[in-house]
């Protein structure tokens, strides 16, 4: 089993044939990626149906659990971060600001 990591699945997402192509070769059989790995790809979807893309191939892939606790804490930041609103003009999510 080879675990995959963010930058690898976003240039499979970019369709870099240089990384596609020994990936393939490897199969989906024998990859993973880590449920830290899955939410930092739907935090950087820059809207829903990129997210709905994201979703859909990583779903060929097995996903493994860092430990239950942090895998449960990364959905729930992923369900709560991804229903913000984000500026049409940056694509990245509004934060509140710290105090």
Not at 50 to 60: D, N, S, V
Not at 80 to 96: K, M, S, Y
Request: charged share 20%.
């Amino acid at each position: 089993m080879i675990l995959l990591d963010t930058s690898i699945l976003i240039e499979v997402f970019k369709g870099n044939t240089d990384v596609i192509v020994p990936v393939q070769r490897v199969g989906p059989e024998n990859l993973a990626l880590s449920s830290v790995t899955a939410m930092k790809l739907y935090y950087g979807a820059l809207n829903k149906l990129e997210l709905q893309r994201i979703r859909k191939h990583l779903g060929g892939f097995h996903c493994l659990h860092i430990s239950t606790s942090i895998s449960e804490n990364a959905m729930h930041l992923d369900r709560t971060i991804l229903q913000e609103p984000r500026p049409a003009d940056t694509g990245r999510i509004n934060r509140p600001q710290q105090q």
